[in-house]
């Protein structure tokens, strides 16, 4: 077979795999997509941000800004051609979303390609580029509630992939594209970021490991110290309070890790699950590690490095030292370097069985989780529809404008923005001084997800109750604590809307004024429900 034969061969393939992944995506999150698709979905949040790009030429809230300035570039052509602004900020975040995530098997699939040399592609690693076009979560979960993720994640494998080629080729042209893609990392999403640094650490050991000499490895740690000082100087100056963020984080790391679970744990069963899932990690990383020593005295070097920085990477994504709250959003990277590794197994590991085991226990696994996704984007929030009608019949009935406050629970803020018009925020960023600065201020409670409990007596009535930073951060995911006189405005199976007309007495707030807590209610649980009015 020719070489230009296989080449349009191998192109086809690859534009059918593509395309396909596009058109399931496009079906399922956007042509039968509702625009509201539930309460705690962070689809609405980017499309807040963008209509402020679009309003004001600028971010109402300060983030990582590459994916929302492409949304909105994307939405100013749908303008262009008469779409009205939120039909087109939508239809653009879902347009862009249905693409991204099967461009993730584009790099994958030049880097295989690159591996094999002139070989053609055999069915096994056509299965893995189809696996990169389908990863686990990107068919729904992620391009909606995660979609910085998303971009982050495609960004991430070319990244790879560029960092593959300069391994080989050791070219100025491919510096300065691993360096470019790396900045769009920064750019886009912290987690990301995170992850980038990640495998640029893993690269490292790798180097030092396959004694590569004092040289590149001198030359790789100037890198990985300039990419770090390079990461921190964008996320600083885009977004500081990410940077506040990643301190906290990197403070309590280890008290909130598995490490700290395990010693903090009292008994026995806790202490053996957070063995476990401090074991298993190991066991694999071992099995990885065998199979890497087994096959890697023949490779170049740059195959030598590559191969083991995956496996580093695949377990630096989850070291038992990481905050338990920041290792799943850091396991949703895990399938990149597992099908790099994966890729290396079948081109030099000569075991049949596994051979083949592992590529088709790896699509069945795909298979299923697309399974779960669609049955998911069917099954949640039933009542879509009768839900976006009550919102726009509040926003219509209370002349609800961008000078009234919306409070509500974190993950259902945006809908005050996008939905309501109004201003939203959380009850862990309430300031005395919002007070003046709004017409009206106004409490919208979902009632989904969140069963009526029989009022009784508690044993901390009155209780006061003082928030710290971390609590605060669980208690702006809870329902806000209000007066059990205040009767709600509107309480349905959906929702209660409630309007403030003075500071509820049971908040405390800080000397700066600040909300820092609150006083428990008679005969109110912490978790109170719509039945407290009634």
């Given amino acids: 077979m020719g070489r230009s034969h296989l080449g349009d061969r191998n192109r086809a393939i690859l534009l059918f795999i593509v395309a396909g992944a596009f058109a399931a995506r496009a079906i399922a999150i956007w042509v039968f997509r509702p625009e509201f698709v539930g309460w705690f979905n962070h689809c609405y949040y980017y499309w807040v941000q963008v209509r402020g790009i679009l309003e004001t030429g600028q971010l109402p809230y300060a983030d990582l800004p590459l994916l929302f300035y492409f949304y909105a570039g994307v939405a100013s052509l749908f303008e262009l051609f008469g779409m009205e602004m939120p039909s087109a900020i939508v239809n653009s975040s879902?347009?862009?979303?249905?693409?991204?995530?099967?461009?993730?098997?584009?790099?994958?699939?030049?880097?295989?390609?690159?591996?094999?040399?002139?070989?053609?592609?055999?069915?096994?690693?056509?299965?893995?580029?189809?696996?990169?076009?389908?990863?686990?979560?990107?068919?729904?979960?992620?391009?909606?509630?995660?979609?910085?993720?998303?971009?982050?994640?495609?960004?991430?494998?070319?990244?790879?992939?560029?960092?593959?080629?300069?391994?080989?080729?050791?070219?100025?042209?491919?510096?300065?594209?691993?360096?470019?893609?790396?900045?769009?990392?920064?750019?886009?999403?912290?987690?990301?970021?995170?992850?980038?640094?990640?495998?640029?650490?893993?690269?490292?050991?790798?180097?030092?490991?396959?004694?590569?000499?004092?040289?590149?490895?001198?030359a790789t740690s100037l890198v990985v110290v300039g990419l770090t000082t390079v990461a921190i100087t964008i996320v600083y100056t885009l977004d500081a309070e990410a940077c506040a963020r990643i301190l906290r984080y990197a403070i309590t790391s280890v008290p909130n890790s598995l490490l700290g679970s395990l010693y903090s744990s009292g008994s026995s069963a806790e202490k053996l699950m957070f063995l476990a899932a401090i074991g298993l990690p190991l066991l694999l990383l071992f099995v990885l590690l065998r199979t890497y020593k087994r096959n890697c005295e023949t490779l170049p070097l740059a195959d030598r490095i590559f191969w083991l920085g995956n496996v580093l990477l695949a377990y630096a994504l989850v070291l038992p030292v990481f905050d338990l709250s920041v290792v799943p959003r850091l396991v949703l990277f895990m399938p990149l370097p597992l099908l790099i590794v994966t890729a290396y197994h079948l081109q030099y590991h000569k075991a049949?069985?596994?051979?083949?085991?592992?590529?088709?226990?790896?699509?069945?696994?795909?298979?299923?989780?697309?399974?779960?996704?669609?049955?998911?984007?069917?099954?949640?929030?039933?009542?879509?529809?009768?839900?976006?009608?009550?919102?726009?019949?509040?926003?219509?009935?209370?002349?609800?404008?961008?000078?009234?406050?919306?409070?509500?629970?974190?993950?259902?803020?945006?809908?005050?923005?996008?939905?309501?018009?109004?201003?939203?925020?959380?009850?862990?960023?309430?300031?005395?001084?919002?007070?003046?600065?709004?017409?009206?201020?106004?409490?919208?409670?979902?009632?989904?997800?969140?069963?009526?409990?029989?009022?009784?007596?508690?044993?901390?009535?009155?209780?006061?109750?003082?928030?710290?930073?971390?609590?605060?951060?669980?208690?702006?995911?809870?329902?806000?604590?209000?007066?059990?006189?205040?009767?709600?405005?509107?309480?349905?199976?959906?929702?209660?809307?409630?309007?403030?007309?003075?500071?509820?007495?049971?908040?405390?707030?800080?000397?700066?004024?600040?909300?820092?807590?609150?006083?428990?209610?008679?005969?109110?649980?912490?978790?109170?429900?719509?039945?407290?009015?009634?």
Avoid at 164 to 184: D, K, N, P
Avoid at 427 to 456: C, H, M
């Fill in 352 to 534: 049949k069985l596994s051979n083949r085991l592992v590529p088709g226990l790896a699509s069945l696994g795909v298979v299923a989780m697309l399974f779960g996704e669609s049955m998911n984007l069917l099954m949640l929030y039933p009542d879509k529809d009768e839900i976006h009608t009550e919102l726009l019949q509040l926003r219509q009935q209370y002349q609800l404008s961008k000078d009234d406050l919306v409070l509500t629970q974190y993950g259902v803020n945006p809908i005050g923005n996008w939905f309501l018009g109004t201003r939203s925020g959380l009850i862990t960023a309430f300031d005395k001084k919002d007070w003046g600065s709004y017409r009206r201020i106004f409490v919208l409670d979902p009632n989904e997800f969140q069963p009526g409990t029989t009022q009784a007596s508690s044993p901390d009535v009155g209780k006061v109750i003082y928030l710290t930073e971390a609590e605060k951060y669980s208690a702006m995911r809870q329902r806000i604590p209000l007066p059990p006189q205040l009767a709600p405005l509107t309480d349905s199976k959906h929702l209660a809307f409630y309007e403030l007309h003075a500071i509820p007495e049971n908040w405390l707030f800080n000397a700066a004024g600040n909300w820092i807590g609150y006083i428990r209610p008679s005969k109110v649980e912490l978790t109170v429900t719509r039945e407290r009015t009634r």
């Fill in 94 to 218: 879902r347009l862009v979303m249905s693409i991204v995530p099967a461009l993730i098997a584009i790099p994958i699939y030049l880097l295989i390609r690159r591996m094999q040399g002139s070989k053609p592609l055999i069915g096994r690693q056509w299965l893995l580029v189809a696996i990169a076009a389908f990863l686990p979560l990107t068919f729904a979960h992620m391009p909606e509630l995660l979609q910085k993720n998303t971009l982050g994640m495609l960004l991430l494998s070319g990244l790879m992939f560029a960092t593959y080629v300069l391994l080989q080729s050791r070219t100025i042209s491919w510096l300065i594209a691993v360096l470019s893609l790396f900045v769009l990392v920064a750019l886009t999403h912290l987690g990301t970021l995170a992850v980038a640094l990640l495998f640029a650490a893993s690269l490292l050991a790798a180097f030092t490991h396959t004694g590569s000499g004092s040289r590149h490895i001198i």
